[in-house]
């Protein structure tokens, strides 16, 4: 069921569409499903099919399932955790928000790296359009070549060169997490989400 999903939806995708133009039109889908943490959609399997299913979902299953089309395009990708603070100065958190991620631990964003005409460019389509309004920055456009911009200002970047790795690491990070953290980010999470949904409908 779960592979059934996403064959379709990679077939509505990239029909007719060459090489090139089916990469950029992957990228513009998954980058057009609105941002949510859903920590159900963690899974690398069961995530990007449930993500479709209910069109919202953060950078986990976006990349895991913009990783798996590219794969069907004939790319090589590997993932790229970027370790980052949601507590960034340059996004127009309200003062809720603002107060919780100054509490809020050093996580992993997740991004894909994939070589395309023998170089190995960074592939991002964490936020939808319309959250450009509160800062966020988006990837607007990609010519399906060059690197597009890193969702976060991120303090290292880590390659992994299978998702077994990535897993891994991941799992170290959040592993890592306070008591204190662990509950400050479940607080985030659906306060995070909701403020999105008002940003897309103003």
């Excluded at 999903?5 to 995708?13: H, M, P, S, V």
């Excluded at 209910?54 to 955790?81: D, S």
């Excluded at 991002?124 to 800062?135: H, Y």
Aim: hydrophobic share 40%.
């Amino acid at each position: 069921m779960q592979e059934k999903i996403i064959l379709e939806r990679f077939a509505e995708w990239t029909k007719g569409k060459d090489a090139k133009e089916s990469r950029i039109a992957v990228f513009e889908r998954i980058r057009d499903i609105p941002y949510a943490i859903i920590p159900a959609f963690r899974d690398p399997v069961a995530g990007p099919a449930g993500m479709i299913c209910e069109n919202k979902g953060a950078c986990g299953p976006k990349h895991y399932l913009l990783a798996q089309m590219f794969e069907m395009l004939g790319i090589p990708v590997k993932y790229a955790t970027c370790s980052f603070y949601w507590n960034d100065p340059t996004i127009n958190y309200p003062p809720e928000l603002r107060r919780l991620t100054e509490k809020m631990p050093l996580t992993g964003h997740l991004a894909c790296k994939a070589k395309i005409r023998d170089k190995w460019v960074l592939i991002d389509a964490t936020w939808d359009m319309p959250l450009k309004k509160a800062g966020y920055p988006v990837n607007e456009s990609w010519d399906g070549v060059s690197d597009t911009k890193c969702a976060v200002t991120y303090v290292k970047e880590t390659v992994h060169e299978s998702l077994k790795e990535r897993l891994s690491f991941d799992a170290s990070i959040r592993n890592a997490f306070s008591q204190e953290e662990k509950d400050t980010y479940a607080e985030f999470i659906p306060k995070l989400n909701a403020w999105l949904d008002e940003i897309r409908a103003k």
